[in-house]
T-cell receptor, first 110, second 113 residues
Framework: SQQGEEDPQALSIQEGENATMNCSYK?????LQWYRQNSGRGLVHLIL?????REKHSGRLRVTLDTSKKSSSLLITASRAADTASYFC??????????FGAGTQVVVTP | DTAVSQTPKYLVTQMGNDKSIKCEQN?????MYWYKQDSKKFLKIMFS???????INETVPNRFSPKSPDKAHLNLHINSLELGDSAVYFC????????????FGNGTRLTVT
């Protein structure tokens, strides 16, 4: 399956710490996206990284992509309680098929 | 001025009933989707429409029928509801199919009793 597999499934950290989660996949991809889902809400797009890109930043978010290892990571720096959410990777493979990973649940405690 | 809005937010109904969920987007996007999120938060695509034409139809029971009256609307009708249909259903839209960010509605929590 080309579905992204996320690791860890759950992460608990304190405010101010960094949070890192990973997404691994099995096939060639066109792009990989990261989304956040707060409890009871829809998913919100964070960053899209294309297969020819290695790193992208958006505020406190940093996404890396290593196509040789078929993996991507999402780093949240200086986490806040408001970062508590589930984070999903989603990838579009070379055939255009798109799937979400199972998500990483992040809890940031004050 | 919500970008992707779906109604209702909650839907509780009995087995065997027929129900509809409505979705509208005001972003001018060409593509709309229905996703199902199960209790383990796994998101599975059900359908996708591009300019009112069905382009993705995953393995979904034919009790589920999408309808797109225009490219800003994609409704989901479910016949003969079953207990296993209980889930959160999300509508989403994007400028193009899956190669651009998806914009999601806030979901419809369907509970079948």
């Amino acid at each position: 399956s080309q579905q992204g597999e996320e690791d860890p499934q759950a992460l608990s950290i304190q405010e101010g710490e960094n949070a890192t989660m990973n997404c691994s996949y099995k096939t060639s991809i066109n792009n990989l996206q990261w989304y956040r889902q707060n409890s009871g809400r829809g998913l919100v797009h964070l960053i899209l990284i294309r297969s020819n890109e290695r790193e992208k930043h958006s505020g406190r978010l940093r996404v890396t992509l290593d196509t040789s290892k078929k993996s991507s990571s999402l780093l949240i720096t200086a986490s806040r309680a408001a970062d508590t959410a589930s984070y999903f990777c989603a990838l579009t493979d070379s055939w255009g098929k798109f799937q979400f990973g199972a998500g990483t649940q992040v809890v940031v405690t004050p | 001025d919500t970008a992707v809005s779906q109604t209702p937010k909650y839907l509780v109904t009995q087995m065997g009933n027929d129900k509809s969920i409505k979705c509208e987007q005001n972003l001018g996007h060409d593509t709309m989707y229905w996703y199902k999120q199960d209790s383990k938060k796994f998101l599975k695509i059900m359908f996708s429409y591009n300019n009112k034409e069905l382009i993705i139809n995953e393995t979904v029971p034919n009790r589920f029928s999408p309808k797109s009256p225009d490219k800003a609307h994609l409704n989901l009708h479910i016949n003969s509801l079953e207990l296993g249909d209980s889930a959160v259903y999300f509508c989403a839209s994007s400028p193009e199919v899956h190669n651009s960010p998806l914009h999601f509605g806030n979901g419809t929590r369907l509970t079948v009793t």
